[in-house]
Nanobody, 115 residues
Framework: QVQLVESGGGLVQTGGSLRLSCVGS????????MGWYRQAPGEQRELVAG???????NYADSVKGRFTISRDNAKNTVYLQMNSLKPEDTAVYYC?????????WGQGTQVTVSS
C-alpha cells in the first residue's frame, strides 16, 4: 500500500514563501510521475505542477515563475517551492503519484496566504 504524506503548509503573508514536501512509502516513486494539485473552497482540484521520471516539469500558467517542483527519488519525496505567494494561492495542496495503472493521493496540506 502506497501512502503519501504532505507537510510544509501554513499561513503566510502575501509575497512570502513556503516549501511543501510529500514523502511516500513504497518502491514506485522512481518509476512514477509526481505532481502537486490544489483545491480552493468551492473550486475544482487543479494541477499546479508536475514532474516526470526524467525530471521534465510543467506548471499551471498561474504559478509559472513563482513555483518550482523537484523530486528526490532516493528519499521518495517531491517538493514544491512556492515564492511570491498571493492570496489566490490559498488552497489545500495535494501531491500525487501516477503510473500506468495507478494513482495515489496524499491527504493534503492547507496553504493560506493573507493579504
Amino acid at each position: 500500500q502506497v501512502q503519501l504524506v504532505e507537510s510544509g503548509g501554513g499561513l503566510v503573508q502575501t509575497g512570502g514563501s513556503l516549501r511543501l514536501s510529500c514523502v511516500g512509502s513504497g518502491s514506485i516513486f522512481s518509476i512514477s510521475a509526481m505532481g502537486w494539485y490544489r483545491q480552493a473552497p468551492g473550486e475544482q482540484r487543479e494541477l499546479v505542477a508536475g514532474i516526470t521520471t526524467g525530471g521534465s516539469t510543467n506548471y499551471a500558467d498561474s504559478v509559472k515563475g513563482r513555483f518550482t517542483i523537484s523530486r528526490d527519488n532516493a528519499k521518495n519525496t517531491v517538493y514544491l517551492q512556492m515564492n511570491s505567494l498571493k492570496p489566490e494561492d490559498t488552497a489545500v495542496y495535494y501531491c500525487n503519484v501516477v503510473g500506468k495503472a495507478y494513482v495515489y493521493w496524499g491527504q493534503g496540506t492547507q496553504v493560506t496566504v493573507s493579504s
